[in-house]
């Protein structure tokens, strides 16, 4: 079992930031690729971004594509999202989540566990 924890969501206008964190316990936390997903009221869930155990390989989404960075600490067993230049169609719930990767990298069901979510909400 891994459990993950997100903090860091709030309110902010658009063009703020805001820096998302992650942190897991349990097993071990390095093996694990970790995604950011968000959902939307009303909207599927949808991948954001993810990076691989070591570090070595990032995937965004075009969306956030410039604008969000994703970094993972193994140390201390904790991954981060910075999110700049914010929009108002960033508003939603965002989840941690932890997986092996695969074909299925981008999609909710290539994660075997979660966080509760923490909510981002970017006004205009």
């Known amino acids: 079992q891994v459990q993950l924890v997100e903090s860091g969501g709030g309110l902010v206008q658009a063009g703020g930031s805001l820096r998302l964190s992650c942190a897991a316990s349990g097993r071990t936390f390095s093996g694990y690729t970790m995604g950011w997903f968000r959902q939307a009221p009303g909207k599927e869930r949808e991948f954001v971004v993810l990076?691989?155990?070591?570090?070595?390989?990032?995937y965004y989404t075009d969306s956030v594509k410039g604008r969000f960075t994703i970094s993972r600490d193994n140390a201390k067993s904790t991954v981060y999202l910075q999110m700049n230049s914010l929009k108002p169609e960033d508003t939603a719930v965002y989840y941690c989540?932890?997986?092996?990767?695969?074909?299925?990298?981008?999609?909710?069901?290539?994660?075997?566990?979660w966080g509760q979510g923490t909510q981002v909400t970017v006004s205009s």
């Open positions: 989540a932890a997986g092996t990767g695969g074909s299925n990298y981008n999609k909710p069901v290539g994660y075997d566990y």
């Open positions: 990076i691989t155990w070591s570090g070595g390989i990032t």
